[in-house]
């Protein structure tokens, strides 16, 4: 066996960063270039390589003019890596892979001896999924520090909203991966404030959250991104900017109760209403949580506005109440409290966002992908103001920005930044599981992409993920210069979602023969078919909905009691993901079991087939979408059912018995 060379260029090149780089959403205070356009040594790669932007900062944060030079040179910097992005990937790759020379993977595994080159790359490295490289994460996981993935120390896990068996996956990332995503945020606001001037006026009004977060047995950190970054210093200690000025103080967003640190933030936006320019959350799913929030808390709220004072009952976080008492809530406001109620007493909600913060321009959520079922709903919150989607990230990689974001929900297009990752595009089109050589090559490159051609994404990513399949299905939408754009088509497999949840439709399938087994088989009763759908219009937050018709073959009726039981075991069957969000994030609702008169699905098969599917080869569609297929099957339900309670939820892996902390 070749030895391992024992000389780790990028350990050593680490202690030569520079201090950690930019606050979300901006990277105004950016001192130095991203790591990308240094070299091992430290020096450029190239000298015709783009720049990233420098800052300009005056002595009490940043004039009109700097923030307007800045502006110019972050966009200056995405003309310059959208111009030549070939380029940039080969240097991407040559980076990862040389910097990455040593590691097991590469070296031993896969026999890559030091080369850098594409050709080699794609000849020798599989294209894997997470399957693939779980009994590495394992390891690392188990507390294994030899670079098996990565010569960077892994510094924690991200936990994905993707699960592998059930449980959320685990995507190991290195310290200076924070950089990376702060690069992507800063690229955001500059894009924006081309459509939008005066943005630095005034403030934003997102509602941020963290969730809990575990240790693996081997002792190193596991938790959402988002989570990750809010708890660093990067968000927590960012200099003053115009662009990250929100209304929610830092404590209301890192508290670990969901409640409290809701209540605050949107106390929070109230009190600074006259002041909010722009609204939003990641998602739109979190977004919608906070409106309905507000429905149910106006009046707790108000109290607390009229009086000056938090209600020590509601508020119990020490840091939250200092917090908000001394930096937002400083006096009573009657006058805020009765416009406040006056508003929302009123019969329709209908733009209530436009109503109580009056001078929003725009609603900055994630409304691509599945996200798209809550369009109606924050069109009519927010008396159509435009939905924004700015950027298309994973806990595996940040891809891209929207570099047009006032276009329509159905129009977003975001162009992948060619220094965040190498990146690879699979065509979609049967093809095996597992690709042989030649397919394996015929992985199409960034500059090589064609417009209206699906792919799904693949990554090699400088934490060490080599020719990982993201999971997402993207189509060429167009090009930025030489640097195509991608519409979000779908996450593949995903037939379910309601806020991070994903659900497939062999994992639906699991958990409704659970349920059978577990309640119906002692009645005699199975499950003929069945579909399921997600309801985010009737209930807020939406719920699971599953359309059973049944075959029952005893005699004794089965008790609306045994139903309520399938829901509950259909729910205890389904990912960590969901659980989560139906136990600790309260961002989905109880499972609904909705039983139809026998030949319901016939019915739904003569409307499909009128609508044109061919006969042979019509299957029962396991989720389904499209409205009138919704309302036929509405129109035949005999009974609903929904689950009693919540299903049961720990915070980190089940097999870890680990120390979980907020
Ligand atoms: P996670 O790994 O939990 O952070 O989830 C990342 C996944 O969320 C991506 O792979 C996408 O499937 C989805 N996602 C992220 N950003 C967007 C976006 N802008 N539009 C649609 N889906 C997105």
């Known amino acids: 066996q070749t030895e391992i060379p024992q000389t780790n260029t990028h350990t050593k090149r680490l202690t030569h960063l520079p201090p950690l780089l930019p606050p979300l959403l901006s990277s105004l205070t950016q001192t130095s270039p991203p790591p990308f356009f240094q070299s091992s040594q430290n020096k450029p790669i190239t000298a015709a390589m783009p720049e990233a932007p420098k800052p300009t900062q005056t002595s009490n944060g940043l004039t009109t003019i700097a923030i307007a030079e800045k502006n110019k040179r972050t966009l200056q910097f995405i003309e310059d890596v959208t111009s030549n992005p070939d380029d940039v990937q080969t240097q991407v790759l ?90 992507l945020y800063s690229l955001l606001m500059p894009v924006m404030s081309q459509f939008v001037p005066g943005l630095e006026k005034g403030k934003g009004m997102y509602f941020l959250f963290i969730k809990s977060e575990s240790k693996t047995p081997g002792g190193l950190p596991a938790r959402p991104v988002l989570t990750s970054y809010y708890k660093s210093s990067h968000f927590k200690n960012r200099p003053f900017d115009p662009y990250t000025n929100y209304t929610s103080p830092n404590e209301t967003i890192l508290c670990p109760d ?53 209600d020590p009952t509601v508020i119990t976080d020490p840091a939250v109440r200092e917090a908000v008492l001394t930096k937002v809530l400083h006096r009573p406001d009657p006058e805020l409290a ?11 909600w209908q733009g209530i966002i436009t109503r109580l913060w009056p001078n929003t321009k725009y609603v900055d959520v994630i409304v691509t992908g599945t996200m798209s079922q809550y369009i109606p709903t924050l069109d009519f919150y927010s008396n159509g103001l435009p939905l924004v989607c700015t950027m298309y990230a994973s806990s595996e990689c940040y891809f891209g920005v929207n570099l047009n974001p006032l276009c329509k929900p159905s129009e977003v297009a975001y162009t992948l930044i060619p220094t965040m990752a190498y990146f690879e595009f699979l065509p979609v089109h049967p093809m095996p599981k597992s690709l042989n050589e030649k397919e394996r090559q015929e992985l199409v490159d960034l500059a090589d992409v064609k417009l209206g051609h699906e792919y799904e994404l693949v990554v090699t990513t400088y934490a060490g993920l080599y020719r990982y399949r993201v999971g997402d299905v993207l189509r060429v939408a167009g090009f930025k210069n030489r640097a195509p754009q991608f519409n ?65 073959k005893g005699t004794t009726a089965i008790p609306p009691s045994v139903y309520e039981d399938c829901c509950l075991t259909v729910e205890e069957s389904l990912n960590s993901v969901y659980r989560q969000g139906r136990v600790s994030d309260k961002s989905i609702g109880p499972l609904e079991i909705k039983i139809v008169e026998q030949g319901t699905f016939d019915k739904l098969m003569d409307y499909a087939i009128s609508l044109g599917a061919s006969i042979n080869q019509y299957k029962t569609p396991r989720c389904v979408k499209f409205e009138p297929i919704v309302e036929l099957l509405n129109s035949r339900v005999e009974g609903s059912y929904f689950s009693p309670k919540c299903p049961k939820w720990v915070p980190g892996h089940k097999q870890w018995s680990n120390n979980v902390k907020n």
């Open 338 to 348: 009765d416009f406040v109620e006056s508003e929302c007493r009123k019969d329709s």
């Open 488 to 552: 979000f088509i779908c996450r593949k497999n995903v037939v379910l979602s309601i806020d991070s949840d994903k659900t497939d439709e062999v994992e639906l399938q699991g958990a409704v023969k659970n349920a059978v087994d577990a309640h119906l088989v002692a009645f005699g009763g199975s499950v003929a078919e069945y579909t399921s759908y997600a309801d985010t219009k009737t209930t807020i937050p939406g719920h699971y909905v599953l359309y059973w018709e049944l075959s029952v």
């Open 258 to 310: 969901s409640y409290q640190s809701m209540y605050s933030q949107l106390l929070c936006g109230l009190c600074q209403r006259t002041q909010v320019l722009r609204v939003g959350a990641v998602f739109a799913s979190g977004f919608i949580r906070a409106i309905r929030f507000l429905e149910k808390h106006w009046q707790l709220l108000c109290r607390d506005i009229r009086s000056g004072t938090l």
């Open 94 to 183: 040559h980076e990862i892979l040389s910097r990455n020379s040593a590691v097991e993977y590469l070296h031993h595994r896969h026999r890559l001896h030091g080369a850098t080159d594409r050709r080699t790359f794609k000849k020798l490295l599989p294209v894997i999924s997470y399957e693939d490289i779980h009994p590495d994460i394992t390891r690392i996981a188990n507390g294994d520090t030899s670079p098996i993935l990565c010569s960077s120390p892994i510094s924690e896990f991200l936990t994905s909203s993707g699960t592998s068996a059930g449980e959320r996956k685990l995507m190991p990332t290195i310290a200076e991966e924070m950089e990376r995503r702060s690069l």
